[in-house]
């Protein structure tokens, strides 16, 4: 257990809602990640952060935006939310420059009508 | 470009009959490579890291994966297969740079009484 919870666990909105998705980590780690899981394409890279307020994108970030004001806390943003955001979202962390290991979150699965 | 391919998208198996779960990589240096399992409704955990110590890697719950690197495989096994194992088991693929995070399409792994 690498001490992260995700929140809320299950959402359910409607298309052209603001949702927002929490990650939360106790252990103070640096690097951390947000991932989409839809069948068939295993999990991709949204965005990720490498300490507070440093963000970059991942390779499926069209659609999403996050911030990171505290080194415990990760904010994903769907600004307007599509049926095509309908997925199971991964938070996970990095222990640290020197471990390359990622430890994932519980998820989050989100459903827009 | 780097990319993973799991070659079986479900394997089935009888209980107590070996386990074999195919991964190739491409990747234009040495990258660390991963297998994750994912039971239903649960997060991922991690089974197993290689980061070139050792060629034949072993993990959690008796499985074990040999990195072959003129056949740029990565595969999973386990003597014998348990109920407990059916689950989904990603091969994730990390090149040294770090810059990129790259999961399989994963394979779903039944275990037949």
């Known amino acids: 257990d690498a001490g992260i919870t995700q929140s809320p666990r299950h959402k359910v909105t409607e298309t052209g809602t603001p949702v927002t998705l929490r990650c939360h980590q106790t252990e103070n780690h640096r690097y951390m990640y947000w991932y989409r899981q839809d069948p068939g394409h295993g999990l991709r890279l949204i965005h990720y952060s490498y300490g507070v307020k440093d963000t970059d994108k991942g390779e499926v970030?069209?659609?999403?935006?996050?911030?990171r004001s505290k080194t415990e806390d990760f904010l994903l943003t769907l600004e307007s939310a599509t049926s095509s955001q309908t997925s199971v979202y991964f938070c996970a962390?990095?222990?640290?420059?020197?471990?390359?290991?990622?430890?994932?979150?519980?998820g989050t699965r989100l459903t827009v009508l | 470009a780097q990319s993973v391919t799991q070659l079986d998208s479900h394997?089935?198996?009888?209980?107590?009959?070996?386990?074999?779960?195919?991964?190739?990589?491409?990747?234009?240096?040495?990258?660390?490579?991963?297998?994750?399992?994912?039971?239903?409704?649960?997060?991922?955990?991690?089974l197993l890291k290689?980061?070139?110590?050792?060629?034949?890697?072993?993990g959690i719950n008796g499985f074990e994966a040999e990195f072959k690197k003129s056949e740029t495989s990565f595969h999973l096994t386990k003597p014998s297969a348990h109920m407990s194992d059916a689950a989904e088991y990603f091969c994730v693929v990390i090149p040294p740079s770090y810059d990129k995070v790259i999961f399989g399409p994963g394979t779903s792994l039944?275990?037949?009484?």
């Open chain 1, 61 to 67: 970030s069209d659609g999403y935006s996050v911030s």
């Open chain 2, 50 to 58: 290689y980061t070139s110590a050792a060629t034949l890697v072993k």
């Open chain 2, 11 to 46: 394997v089935s198996v009888s209980e107590g009959t070996p386990v074999l779960l195919r991964c190739n990589y491409s990747s234009s240096y040495s990258p660390s490579l991963f297998w994750y399992v994912q039971h239903p409704n649960k997060g991922l955990q991690l």
């Open chain 1, 93 to 106: 962390i990095r222990p640290g420059l020197a471990e390359d290991t990622q430890y994932f979150g519980p």
């Open chain 2, 110 to 113: 039944s275990v037949i009484p």
